[in-house]
């Protein structure tokens, strides 16, 4: 195999890494290395499910609104498959297909469909700059969202 051919794949294979890190530190609340997926400014589109326009944030809030929207479930259980991805130079673009589901008081949400990723080399490894969420089924009460979010509210004025 030719030097040119391993370094692709090797960028390919970490290219999945970052997905399936995002989809890890949601699910096991590990913050940090959620946060080491991303660039320090992200644009996120959640577009085809909340209708608001697309976002450009700093990281920092990216992970906070992330953190306290999903905190509050009993569980989470994110899966990224299919990933498809092409590399240039030091950008990439992946499309992976995704079910997300939700757990709170034994009720559960579930939201499916793809993300179109965009990501950058960035400090010795591949980040997401831009991640667009495109929903194509979901399933189970989406109260459940806002019940979860208002759970970790107010566990963080009981600190």
């Not at 290219?15 to 530190?25: E, F, I, N, Q, W």
């Not at 999903?70 to 990224?80: K, R």
């Not at 498959?81 to 559960?108: C, V």
Request: with cysteine.
């Amino acid at each position: 195999m030719s030097q040119e051919k391993w370094l692709e794949l090797t960028d390919r294979m970490e290219v999945s890494r970052t997905l399936y890190g995002y989809a890890h530190g949601v699910d096991r609340r590990d913050w940090a290395g959620f946060r080491d997926c991303f660039c320090d400014e992200v644009e996120i589109d959640l577009s085809s499910y909340n209708g608001q326009p697309p976002v450009t944030m700093g990281l920092d809030d990216w992970v906070e609104s992330v953190r306290s929207g999903l905190s509050g479930f009993d569980a989470t259980q994110h899966i990224s498959a299919n990933h498809l991805i092409e590399i240039d130079g030091d950008r990439a673009h992946a499309t992976s297909d995704f079910q997300a589901s939700h757990m709170l008081d034994g009720e559960r949400v579930v939201l499916a469909g793809w993300y179109d990723t965009r990501l950058k080399r960035e400090r010795g490894r591949w980040r997401i700059s831009r991640n667009q969420l495109n929903a194509t089924w979901t399933q189970g009460p989406p109260a459940l969202y806002a019940q979860a979010a208002e759970r970790f509210a107010a566990s963080q004025t009981q600190d």
